[in-house]
């Protein structure tokens, strides 16, 4: 029988004895039924292992039919953003805190992997942002985020000033210390610490969440996931102003400069086992109730 996945990349988060450990035990299963296995170079030398096919992520993305991420969450969102610019799909294997996006536990992972190698999983395709600034009416920067673009300044409890468009339409003017523009993937992350709604993952739709608000009236608001949000930054802000993609990559923002978040063309393809449940991982990760009857 044919495999359904012939080439499988391997990722995580380096120097760390956990991940290096299950990518081991990845590497053995996988090789021993027929896989071709690519190691990401960055967690390479951490592997013990004599002979590996090392790549990084850009040719994993290039090569592979799968990907497994072995970390938290956070060095997922790294690794997604390289890899929806291919069609791969992506495992993740929970090695950090909470675990929204790696699923997969390290200490029973061979039976679900299994089955998901065989066929029997379900996939879904998360939307990600693009985040430009514009100076001048010119591009000057701008990278993509899977869970939120965030503008704010670069000092702490600092105040900035800004106007807020929707496909072009005002839509109101706030000083506050930033704005937090959520994907629904993003929706339980930052923007949830910051008192944004929890959208579910199959929504096309976007979140404003002010952070901080100089007034009472102001309030998270959810938008369509096809809008273009253009942020105008005021010119007597202070020039030290960024906005972040999922708290990794920072782009540098000037008074006057326009910020533009839209919709990627791109989209992260998660591949989840047959018994994965939103809400289960919800209640699981949130500490909500279970069922009374």
């Given at each position: 029988?044919?495999?359904?996945?012939?080439?499988?990349?391997?990722?995580?988060?380096?120097?760390?004895?956990?991940?290096?450990?299950?990518?081991?035990?990845?590497?053995?299963?996988?090789?021993?039924?027929?896989?071709?296995?690519?190691?990401?170079?960055?967690?390479?030398?951490?592997?013990?292992?004599?002979?590996?096919?090392?790549?990084?992520?850009?040719?994993?993305?290039?090569?592979?039919?799968?990907?497994?991420?072995?970390?938290?969450?956070?060095?997922?969102?790294?690794?997604a953003r390289v890899l929806s610019c291919y069609h791969i799909g992506v495992i993740g294997v929970?090695?950090?805190?909470?675990?929204?996006?790696?699923?997969?536990?390290?200490?029973?992972?061979?039976?679900?992997?299994?089955?998901?190698?065989?066929?029997?999983?379900?996939?879904?395709?998360?939307?990600?942002?693009?985040?430009?600034?514009?100076?001048?009416?010119?591009?000057?920067?701008?990278?993509?985020?899977?869970?939120?673009?965030?503008?704010?300044?670069?000092?702490?409890?600092?105040?900035?000033?800004?106007?807020?468009?929707?496909?072009?339409?005002?839509?109101?003017?706030?000083?506050?210390?930033?704005?937090?523009?959520?994907?629904?993937?993003?929706?339980?992350?930052?923007?949830?610490?910051?008192?944004?709604?929890?959208?579910?993952?199959?929504?096309?739709?976007?979140?404003?969440?002010?952070?901080?608000?100089?007034?009472?009236?102001?309030?998270?608001?959810?938008?369509?996931?096809?809008?273009?949000?253009?942020?105008?930054?005021?010119?007597?802000?202070?020039?030290?102003?960024?906005?972040?993609?999922?708290?990794?990559?920072?782009?540098?923002?000037?008074?006057?400069?326009?910020?533009?978040?839209?919709?990627?063309?791109?989209?992260?393809?998660?591949?989840?086992?047959?018994?994965?449940?939103?809400?289960?991982?919800?209640?699981?990760?949130?500490?909500?109730?279970?069922?009374?009857?």
């Open positions: 029988m044919s495999k359904l996945y012939k080439t499988i990349g391997l990722i995580g988060k380096p120097n760390h004895e956990g991940a290096s450990t299950t990518i081991e035990t990845l590497f053995h299963y996988l090789t021993d039924n027929g896989y071709k296995v690519l190691v990401e170079s960055s967690v390479a030398p951490s592997i013990k292992i004599d002979q590996m096919n090392i790549a990084n992520l850009t040719s994993i993305g290039e090569q592979a039919d799968l990907a497994i991420v072995v970390g938290g969450d956070g060095y997922m969102l790294g690794a929970n090695r950090g805190n909470l675990g929204f996006l790696t699923d997969l536990s390290p200490n029973e992972i061979i039976k679900p992997l299994a089955a998901i190698l065989q066929g029997e999983s379900r996939s879904e395709q998360r939307f990600i942002i693009e985040a430009e600034v514009y100076r001048h009416g010119r591009l000057k920067s701008s990278n993509s985020a899977v869970n939120e673009a965030v503008l704010h300044a670069g000092k702490v409890a600092s105040m900035i000033e800004f106007e807020v468009y929707i496909d072009g339409t005002f839509m109101f003017s706030q000083r506050s210390d930033g704005l937090i523009v959520s994907t629904p993937t993003g929706s339980t992350a930052y923007s949830m610490s910051a008192g944004g709604p929890i959208l579910t993952p199959n929504l096309n739709a976007l979140s404003l969440v002010p952070m901080f608000p100089h007034t009472l009236t102001s309030r998270p608001i959810v938008v369509d996931g096809d809008s273009e949000i253009k942020l105008i930054l005021a010119n007597d802000n202070h020039e030290n102003l960024q906005v972040s993609c999922d708290g990794h990559v920072i782009l540098a923002v000037m008074p006057g400069d326009e910020v533009v978040i839209k919709k990627s063309l791109h989209t992260l393809r998660l591949i989840h086992p047959l018994d994965h449940d939103y809400f289960n991982v919800l209640r699981s990760k949130l500490s909500w109730g279970n069922k009374l009857y």
